[in-house]
């Protein structure tokens, strides 16, 4: 069946007792077990472990990015970070794509790496820098594509035969373009993670995290960790990312309808400096960005001419569009990653990958595009 099928009903049926269309919230800890000969016979136990209205997002989830199953978390960061311990122990190396999510780097730096795992950010856009930096202990490779917030892509296919080379599991963080326009299994890789808190929910009403694994092998070893460390999502936060994504691919394209209208329009204004959006002939990876999604997705970034102080002048005056960290929901946000989302990263080490101090970031909504264009445009008056 079609995606906009599955979004709708893959993982639900109707409830067993009442028939009720939607799947209800299972709010409970606990579930009688009918004998101790037939534990489990009904296939849940503890919360921690198991839920049936988790399950059946992780269930939607698993079939929209074709894998054999999925594993939720409580957070975007959660997912990532119960992939890293499911595969790196102690004395393992890791290669981190050098632009992602400034709480993945955090993660990285400032925790993993306090346990003796080691971690190499290579330049994703470029296959031969990421295969230079695999090592005899590579374990696990982990590529943001699109990238937060510079929108670099990374060749998932290209990536995924070095991680195979190396025997390595290979992990994409698919948040910015979702199953509806990009299927990372389909191009190699092992796993697929989303911080579901954006595009999957959609709605700014939740945070929560997604790792779908091609393998059950993988699937299990992620299982493992997330009840181990009790990194779980809760059933209200399930039920409600399972309304979202039933809408997921009018949004995705209503939203990146939305986001190139904005970007032809910044294209041509005199007072922007540049215009990041994969969708634009100009972008510098357009041909990889068309090859291996369907779409371009609702993010895009641009430079006020007179930088920085240009550029906080236009955020501190905006209306329609919300100041705020998250990206992915129905009201489009503005960012600045220097001050926010990537505040963690080292000044040096933004600057080396693109990160400038200037880098307004748009998560483009589902409002009217003329009232988007509109409120840049009078922002844009008063730098
Ligand atoms: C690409 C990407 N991955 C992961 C995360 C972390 O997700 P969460 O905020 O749900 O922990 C974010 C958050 O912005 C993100 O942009």
Redesign the pocket.
């Known amino acids: 069946m079609g995606f906009k099928t599955r979004q709708i009903h893959a993982g639900v049926t109707p409830d067993p007792v009442t028939g009720a269309i939607l799947t209800p919230i299972y709010q409970t800890t606990t579930y009688v077990q009918p004998s101790v000969d037939e534990y489990l016979s009904k296939g849940f136990t503890y919360s921690r472990s198991g839920n049936p209205t988790v399950r059946a997002l992780e269930l939607k989830l698993a079939d929209l990015e074709g894998g054999m199953d999925c594993a939720t978390f409580g957070?975007?960061?959660s997912a990532?970070h119960g992939t890293m311990l499911a595969f790196l122990s102690a004395g393992d190396h890791a290669i981190i794509s050098d632009v992602a999510?400034g709480?993945?780097y955090r993660l990285c730096t400032k925790v993993l790496s306090r346990f003796g795992i080691e971690f190499s950010f290579a330049d994703g856009s470029d296959p031969d820098d990421v295969e230079s930096a695999v090592r005899e202990n590579t374990r696990l490779f982990l590529t943001?594509t699109p990238a937060?917030p510079t929108m670099k892509c990374s060749d998932i296919e290209a990536i995924s035969e070095i991680a195979d080379a190396a025997g390595a599991v290979h992990a994409v963080?698919n948040?910015?373009l979702t199953p509806y326009y990009q299927r990372p299994l389909e191009l190699g890789a092992d796993i697929s993670i989303h911080?579901t808190?954006?595009y999957m929910d959609g709605h700014n009403a939740t945070?929560?995290?997604a790792v779908i694994c091609k393998s059950s092998e993988h699937a299990d070893a992620v299982r493992f960790i997330q009840n181990s460390t009790g990194s779980i999502m809760s059933p209200q936060v399930a039920w409600l990312t399972m309304q979202g994504c039933k809408t997921l691919s009018v949004r995705m394209d209503h939203q990146s309808a939305n986001a190139m209208d904005v970007a032809r329009y910044l294209e041509a204004h005199p007072k922007v400096e540049q215009v990041v959006y994969p969708g634009l002939e100009s972008f510098a990876q357009h041909e990889l960005a068309s090859r291996q999604a369907t779409g371009y997705g609702a993010m895009l970034w641009f430079e006020v001419k007179g930088g920085l102080v240009a550029g906080k002048k236009l955020m501190d005056n905006i209306d329609v569009w919300s100041l705020a960290e998250n990206?992915g929901s129905v009201e489009s946000l503005i960012t600045h990653p220097v001050t926010m989302?990537h505040a963690d990263v080292e000044k040096a080490e933004r600057q080396r990958v693109g990160i400038i101090d200037g880098l307004v970031r748009l998560s483009v909504g589902l409002e009217d595009a003329e009232d988007l264009i509109g409120a840049l445009d009078a922002a844009l008056e008063k730098t």
């Open positions: 957070t975007g960061m990532i999510y709480g993945t943001e937060n963080d948040t910015f911080s808190t954006k945070v929560g995290g990206l989302t």
